[in-house]
């Protein structure tokens, strides 16, 4: 099967050589600069999580678990997009939601049944990290019911958006593997932010917002195993299950650390108002980042661009540096954004951390992103 160009959903076919030769480092930059600033949108989901941060803060595994969450939705996001991407492009995928393939209809199940699988992970993960806060049994049902429920939500309102994103980039003639998910993942991360800030506030109304989260995380959980039954034949549905599963693990267990220090820097000296606004955008940087590197990556490789070996990220390069050299140009946009408003004299210092972090965290998260590329590949 050959690949398709963009603005060539139902037209005529490219060879599989659509990008190389044809992108210099200005493009790259500039595409994945675009991309990663839709990322200052995801300043409002800091600006929400300030703001109701009291409420974020009455649960110890509440703050544990806001991470998490972000993460693993970006996570599943990232598993989305990269196969309907490159779907798209060699043509098992058509740009259209209603009447797609095959293939696009067993992506789309096994993205839900993965949502499920990695909330009840997640709440493993958060039991784990909380077991030295001593959490009652009502507690961990707070917490099941509560992440579950988020994943729902986050499910039914992010997976289509991001199906139509990638759909009309396409059409458009931009490339689906640049823009897909580093804009989904902004629209993920505000409406995730709200999803979990909803369910914290329906667990204040007692009876009345617990049976409706019960409704809810019960709901979600049988239409998963209903799919699982009915799907479990299906070799391309029971193939993405697997595969993710483990990176999906591993990125739960990681982030429940990362939910843990931000809690105990938060019992420590307390977090302020610039790190709770720019929270989000940082950690949805620093994965839409990587979901460029693994997205055109795993492109390159059904393509047959590049070869699917570790070495062959020499031949990524250009799509490497650009992506971290737009990441960074956001980290500091981000430190001059959170600190503008209330404390301008902190600027030099907060922009030093961010870039820092940033250059530690890009380096880990972009190799981790190829390898898992050439790992699925093979």
Known sequence: ?????????????????RVKGEKG?????????????F??????AGFIFATFFELFSRRAWSIVAYPCV????????????????????????????RGNTQAFRSLYLSI?????????LMTCSVLLYGLPWGLSSQDVIDVVVSVVSTMALAFLLVTPITALLAFRSFERGLDPDVITYPVSSVVSDVLVTCCYTLVLALLELKLVGRVAMYAICLAFLAACAIVVLREAR????????????????????????????????NVAVGLGPEICTAYPALISTVGDAGSIVASTATTKLWSGEIE?????????KHEVIAAWAASALMFSAFALVATLPSS??????LMATFLLANTMAIATTFLLAFSASVATFK
Do not use: Y
Request: proline content about 5%; charged content about 10%; hydrophobic content about 45%.
């Open 1 to 17: 099967m050959v690949a398709r160009g963009p603005g060539q959903g139902n037209g005529s076919l490219m060879p599989p050589s």
């Open 25 to 37: 480092f200005s493009t790259l930059f500039s595409q994945s600069l675009g991309a990663l600033s």
């Open 39 to 44: 990322n200052l949108v995801d300043l409002l």
């Open 70 to 97: 972000l993460t693993t939705r970006g996570m599943v996001g990232g598993v989305f997009c990269g196969r309907l991407t490159s779907g798209l492009w060699v043509g098992t995928i058509e740009p259209r939601l």
């Open 112 to 120: 839900m049944v993965l949502s499920s699988l990695s909330a009840l």
């Open 234 to 265: 299906d070799e391309a549905f029971r193939k993405t299950l697997k595969e993710a599963s483990a990176s999906s693990a591993i990125v739960i267990l990681i982030s429940g650390l990362t939910g843990t220090l931000l809690n105990e820097i």
């Open 308 to 316: 699917a070996r570790l070495s062959s990220v020499g031949e990524h």
């Open 344 to 349: 301008p004299a902190s600027l030099p210092s």
